[in-house]
């Protein structure tokens, strides 16, 4: 279960499928990084987001488990908000966005035969998580098929209404303008704006070499065991 914008949720359904989906091309990528037979050939991890690409591997990997493991399956609290799992949830959503700009760039060569595209499952999430958008804006049902669009400004929007669909805020990208500076003052801007005083603070999961693949592995348990 998360804190999320919309109330305290275990996600569900179609958006579940589309987080894990995400997470576990994450988690394959991660661990490249962090065999060192694959190193060379590891794909780029990194989403963008300081806080969350500041962290080793096996740490995302442990960042990841955790926020798999509140936001897909029913526990009996919500995880408490950090610039950490923020950053992290974000990740994940600029991993779809990464993913659709691949599709549409290679569309014919990256399409797995009887798996939904990209573009489908944010499409249906977003239906699942926003019932009623489509029939406000109007339109968006008549002519050509949504989920073959090629217009990537639209699909990065409709993946940022989804990842605030569960953050409530960015309050993680400024995490060096409170790190940075005096505790004094740092204390002071996170009063003014609303922030916990551990929000910056927490520390990421920080696995030993041996405990890798074995978080690896119970993190895709979690994410395979969503609907596909």
């Not at 091309?25 to 190193?39: G, I, S």
């Not at 605030?164 to 995490?175: C, G, H, P, Q």
Request: some cysteine.
């Amino acid at each position: 279960m998360w804190h999320t914008s919309r109330g305290d949720r275990t996600l569900q359904g179609d958006e579940a499928a589309l987080v894990s989906r995400a997470i576990e091309l994450m988690v394959a990528a991660l661990l490249m990084h962090v065999d060192e037979d694959f190193e060379e050939d590891a794909p780029d991890c990194e989403a963008g987001i300081a806080i969350y690409d500041h962290c080793t591997p096996s740490q995302r990997l442990g960042l990841l488990h955790q926020v798999a493991h509140y936001l897909l399956t029913e526990t009996d609290r919500s995880l408490p908000l950090s610039a950490l799992t923020d950053a992290t949830v974000a990740a994940i959503f600029v991993e779809v966005r990464d993913q659709i700009a691949i599709e549409i760039g290679f569309a014919p060569d990256q399409q797995t035969e009887g798996e939904a595209s990209w573009r489908e499952m944010v499409l249906a999430a977003h239906r699942s998580v926003f019932p009623h958008r489509l029939e406000e804006d109007g339109g968006l049902l008549d002519g050509p098929p949504i989920a073959v669009s090629e217009d990537l400004l639209g699909w990065e929007a409709m993946v940022n209404e989804l990842c605030d669909s569960i953050l409530w805020d960015r309050d993680f990208e400024m995490a060096e303008s409170f790190l940075d500076v005096d505790p004094g003052v740092s204390r002071h801007r996170r009063r003014l704006l609303g922030i916990d005083d551990d929000y910056f603070t927490a520390v990421a999961p920080d696995p030993r070499p041996g405990e890798v693949l074995g978080l690896a592995s119970r993190t895709r348990d979690i994410v395979r065991a969503k609907p596909r």
